[in-house]
């Protein structure tokens, strides 16, 4: 992968109280989360927003990704996105 920015080291963990800007301070992703590591969690949180929920806006313009699967905005349809 090229690097952008060689100067910069990569992003740590480090905690909420640190003063690093240049640091994680709430994303751990070795900590695990009902037993997956915040990496996996935040992978999958990513692809499904968007993949799943996202419309395809910009700032150039409203969204124009159709699903026409998608049913009324309640309960039972998020359930059926998550399976």
Not at 21 to 28: E, G, I, M, R, V
Not at 41 to 58: E, I, P
């Amino acid at each position: 992968m090229a690097e952008f920015f060689p100067d910069v080291n990569k992003i740590e963990y480090e905690d909420a109280d640190s003063k690093n800007p240049l640091s994680f301070k709430h994303y751990n992703a070795a900590e695990e989360v009902e037993g997956k590591s915040m990496q996996e969690h935040f992978r999958f949180g990513v692809a499904y927003w968007h993949t799943m929920r996202g419309g395809g806006a910009d700032p150039f313009g409203p969204g124009t990704a159709l699903r026409p699967w998608e049913g009324a905005d309640d309960v039972t349809n998020a359930q059926n996105r998550a399976r």
